[in-house]
């Protein structure tokens, strides 16, 4: 079920605390909001991607290091190392710098925030304790993404791959 909010702004809205309310916060476009939230999600991954790579296509020393000795995967109470530690590592680091970049441009967004989802989901296992303060916001960004599209600033739009019509006058 969507809910059409640009319709409310056409009608006159009764209750006062919702004509008061969209008169202090209408000006705001959602595209704006979209905007700011694919942006603020992508820019952690993108930053942990760089870190990956010493150069074009060559996946750092210390990365796959890390994924063979030390990451672990937290499940019912055991710790499991990767498997394939090196091929897991290319994919997780060639996945942080893809998915924030569609992401920041908006292109193919729902599949890019999906993708980001998987990888929190990863990375909750690996470090169970960061749920709070980074997976469970990096999590909630990601599914707001995925409801509610890229907005009007995106590459989707301009192509139409986000179901987006001038008949359904969505933000």
Do not use: C
């Not at 476009?29 to 010493?54: C, H, I, N, Q």
């Not at 169970?128 to 989707?156: E, K, V």
């Amino acid at each position: 079920m969507s809910i059409d909010y640009a319709s409310s702004v056409e009608r006159p809205l009764a209750n006062p605390i919702a004509r008061f309310t969209l008169a202090l916060f209408g000006f705001v476009p959602a595209s704006l909001a979209l905007l700011v939230l694919r942006l603020t999600l992508a820019m952690p991954f993108y930053k942990s991607g760089l870190t990956r790579w010493d150069g074009w296509f060559n996946l750092s020393f210390g990365t796959k290091a890390l994924f063979a000795d030390e990451y672990r995967l937290h499940v019912f109470g055991q710790e499991i190392p990767f498997p394939q530690p090196e091929l897991v590592a290319t994919m997780a680091s060639t996945a942080e710098i893809v998915l924030p970049i569609l992401l920041g441009f908006g292109f193919l967004t729902r599949y890019a925030a999906l993708g980001l989802i998987g990888m929190t989901a990863v990375i909750q296992l690996t470090y169970p304790d960061g749920w709070q303060n980074f997976h469970l916001p990096w999590a909630t960004m990601a599914l707001a993404i995925m409801a509610l599209g890229p907005g009007a600033i995106s590459i989707d739009r301009l192509l139409g791959l986000d179901g987006w019509s001038p008949a359904r006058k969505a933000g």
